[in-house]
Structures are given as structure tokens and as C-alpha cells.
């Protein structure tokens, strides 16, 4: 199992990022957003060549800001297609080890709007060219997110085998309670490409340290040991939050 971190949710510039990666032996989990708003930040080929230096290798997050593949203003489903496809390209230039996708929002939901809503994702995800592989999060953190239970995840992913899972145990938590991480894995396990680590106390997405919350981590453990893909901590807390959670993770705490 490689194991990296998020620079936005630790709220590091590249600098320190790249710092800590190379000391802690961590890739670095890239926000795309981030680099479609914020011109001043190195472009991917230039990025790419700082990991080189550094030793530090990549994931990416593809866009989630102002973003939504399920929409129903048609507009905006293929801006937000169009945003993916190039986030694709950029991992792919970085050299990023997969691409983690959302699943698209319906803020409408009646029958019909929820029906069209998932045929788009369907016709999304069937368009998009992977350069990379991609992998689809678990969300249901509120009523706008299309997919509400597991098994809408499990037919999603069963249509579409080119895709991984990306299995985010806070989110889990939030959505099923304390066995949520373990329900989204028995499902889902044979798919798992890579993970996102936080902590939170069930009841809002906190993106707390590992440990600080109500997460098993003991169960976590036991799956990164047998894991061989990528999972990327999105933890609060500066360089702290990352080195306690490493910590906790490999058993030193």
C-alpha cells in the first residue's frame, strides 16, 4: 500500500508539501480545482517535474468545485464533463496513479429529475477517455447527492467495469454509522483501487486527524495490510494532523 496525503485539506502550499512528502516517504494527493482557479500554481508538466525531484509521486482529485456530471441543466453536465476530461489529462501529464471521481448531485428529488439525473452519469461515464484510472467515491453526505445507499454504487460500478472504488471510510461513517466503511468494502472490495482516510464523530464531514474521531481504525489497518493500491489522507491539522495520522497508521502510536 502507498500512502499519501491531500496538500488543500492540510492547508500546506507545495513547498511544504513536497517537504513532508519526501521526509514521511507519502505521495501527494492533487486537488485539480485548485489549479483551474489558482493560475499562479505550477502547470502540469512543471508539477511533474518537482515530484521527479523530490521523489514524491501523485494521485489527483478530479473537479468537484461548482462541478456536477448529474446535472440537469445541460449546460453546465458538459462543462462539468468537459472540466473531468482535462483533470484526467492533467493527472495523466503528472503521471497520477488514479483520479478520484464524484458521482454527480440532483438537488430535485422527484422520480423523473432523479431518473434523467442517472442516465447522464451513465452517458458521462461511458464518454470520458481514461488516461489513467479513475475511481468512484462514496459520498451520501446530504440529500442532493444522487447516489443515496451503497447498492446505487454497486449497480453504478457493475455498468461500468473500466472504473475502480474509492472507498472514503469518513464519508462511510457519516452515511451507515459505525460499520458503514465495512459495508461499502464487503460490497465493493474486489473494485477497491485506493482510499481516503479521515476522521470525523458521524455526524459531518470534520476531515479530522486519524484518531481524533470515531473511525475504526483498527479495521483500517487490517485492510491497508493487505492492500496493494493507494490511499490518500484528507486530514485537517497542518503537518501535525498528517504526521500523527501517518503515525497511527503504520503503529506508532
Known sequence: MKLGFSPLTAGLNYRQSFDLAAEL????EIAYDQHEIDPRLPRARELAEM????????????PFVDWNIASLVPQMQRLSLERTQRAIAFGAEIGAACGVLHSGLVPLRRPEPVAHARQLVHRALEQLELAIPVVLENLGLSDSDLLEAPAE?????EAHPQYGFCLDVGHALIQRGPGGPQEYHCLLGHRLLHLHLHDNHGQRDEHLPCGDGAVDWSWVRGVL?????TAALEVTGGPEGVRRSVALLRGNL
Do not use: I, K, N, S
Not at 25 to 28: D, I, P, Q, S, V
Not at 153 to 157: A, H, K, S, T
Open 225 to 229: 495490510e493487505r492492500f496493494e493500491g
Open 153 to 157: 454504487l454497486v449497480e453504478l460500478l
Open 25 to 28: 516517504g507519502l505521495f501527494l
Open 51 to 62: 515530484g521527479r525531484v523530490a521523489g514524491v509521486g501523485f494521485t489527483v482529485h478530479l
